[in-house]
């Protein structure tokens, strides 16, 4: 199947639409938006097996950095994002556009990940046919949680998933199979909370891929598409991941001052992508790191100072793979944020 986008946003220009509708198939909207151009291709990535081929025109304006749409501006790297979320065996980017050139980098790596969910799909039709069981208990125990914690053996598990080398490799890339992970669960709750629950299983296990590696090397990417202030020191953050399917990346917020001083940190919040293009939004809660700290950030809310909203996204090492910042002001509880201002 081929799939062909072509767009065109006049916006000061002449000809833009028409070039656009020139180029035999034309899909037009009334306004090309960002919300219509990212929602098409959400829309093609459902659509991904019936996809062979993407050609994507766009005639308007361009900047170093990406496209001007009627609403608002598509940097390359959303554009990026939204293309690989296709996942066409072949994809096609025609710009006419000043500075045209510059989009090379929504292209760059166009394929990357690619091989490895091929790879991962060939080691699952592999493994020996039957019905597995992985249990966080044996029949005769309890399973446990603590607060701030959550469940001892999901808990375990993911961190299996994290840190665990790759027992099982299949074409260039290299997994964790199921009994790594069982086994490396198991050590890390008998570790922390003594053998009160011992994860069991049951059935052929050993040669089912749960999970790609990442012990030695940051799997796939997170992009942050936008920081929003809500009241007082929260705010939303928006992260599309790409290529981090079931595995866990964890997120922080740090509020500084105009002058870089840290004056809030948030707890580190966990998250998991299902898809291998996924976007997931979290709201952290910046803590002041101290009582002259929480007096400064309620006055740069009275005087409407902006601050800087820092985020981080971690992966399992610690290492940031993304970091995002914006400069807003904080709003007092009893005003109201206007959604989508940063």
């Not at 939004?281 to 100072?305: E, Q």
Request: aromatic content about 6%.
């Amino acid at each position: 199947m081929l799939t062909f986008l072509s767009v065109g946003v006049n916006r000061g220009l002449r000809f833009a639409e028409v070039d656009a509708a020139r180029l035999a198939l034309f899909l037009k909207w009334s306004a090309a938006t960002k919300r219509a151009v990212t929602g098409y291709l959400e829309n093609a990535a459902w659509k991904a097996r019936r996809i062979e081929t993407l050609l994507l025109f766009f005639s308007g304006h361009g900047s170093e950095l990406g496209l001007r749409l009627h609403d608002d501006h598509l940097s390359y790297r959303e554009l990026g994002v939204g293309l690989r979320g296709v996942g066409a065996k072949r994809t096609i980017l025609v710009l006419d556009t000043c500075h045209a050139g510059a989009g090379r980098s929504a292209v760059a790596g166009i394929d990357e990940g690619a091989q490895a969910r091929q790879d991962h799909i060939r080691a699952m039709l592999s493994a020996v046919p039957g019905m597995r069981l992985l249990a966080g208990s044996a029949g005769d125990q309890l399973s446990r949680e603590s607060p701030g914690v959550g469940g001892h053996f999901t808990t375990a598990l993911l961190s299996a998933l994290e840190t665990t080398p790759g027992d099982i490799t299949y074409g260039a890339t290299s997994f964790i199979s199921d009994r790594a992970a069982l086994r490396a669960a198991r050590c890390y709750m008998i570790d922390r909370w003594g053998a009160a629950q011992t994860p069991v299983h049951m059935g052929p296990i050993g040669d089912f891929p749960l999970s790609r590696a990442q012990d030695t090397a940051t799997v796939g990417s997170a992009h942050i598409t936008s920081i929003v202030p809500l009241g007082g020191s929260t705010a939303q953050v928006s992260i599309a991941f790409l290529e981090r399917r079931l595995v866990p990346s964890n997120v922080r917020m740090s509020l500084l001052a105009p002058d870089g001083r840290p004056l809030a940190l948030s707890d580190v919040f966990s998250v998991m992508s299902t898809r291998p293009l996924q976007s997931l939004a979290v709201n952290l809660f910046g803590r002041p790191l101290s009582s002259a700290a929480s007096v400064t950030l309620k006055l740069h809310a009275r005087l409407r100072i902006p601050i800087r909203w820092h985020v981080e996204v971690l992966d399992n090492h610690g290492a940031a793979i993304e970091q995002g910042e914006v400069r807003a002001r904080i709003y007092l509880h009893d005003e109201v944020a206007p959604y989508g201002q940063s």
